[in-house]
């Protein structure tokens, strides 16, 4: 089992930055890749961003490529999402996740099997 645990949401205004973390419980962290997801008001979850097992292999949506780094601790069984140059597009509650025993990433939701609660990030223009 893996609990995971997201922080470092809030309001911020176009333009400016937020890093969020997700804390990680079980030892599955260290086997496995993990993602970060979003979801806006009265739409669908959506892929942000993954990370491999060593974090040496990234992929993001093309909505925050460039704007947007993954990366993870492994000694510390975490791993973060800075976002740096935020729109109000943005806005959402963004989700951490975790493979089970994959090394490798995937964009698709069905491909996680363990889920944070989520953080609220919104983005004022």
């Known amino acids: 089992q893996v609990q995971l645990v997201e922080s470092g949401g809030g309001l911020v205004q176009a333009g400016g930055s937020l890093r969020l973390s997700c804390a990680a419980s079980?030892?599955?962290?260290?086997?496995?890749?993990m993602g970060w997801f979003r979801q806006a008001p009265g739409k669908e979850r959506e892929f942000v961003a993954a990370i491999n097992l060593s974090g040496s292999i990234t992929r993001y949506a093309d909505s925050v490529r460039g704007r947007f780094t993954i990366s993870r601790d492994n000694a510390k069984n975490t791993v973060y999402l800075q976002m740096n140059s935020l729109k109000p597009e943005d806005t959402a509650v963004y989700y951490c996740a975790a493979r089970k025993n994959i090394a490798v990433t995937t964009t698709t939701l069905g491909g996680y099997e363990y889920w944070g609660q989520g953080t609220q990030v919104t983005v004022s223009s």
């Open positions: 079980g030892r599955t962290f260290s086997n496995t890749a």
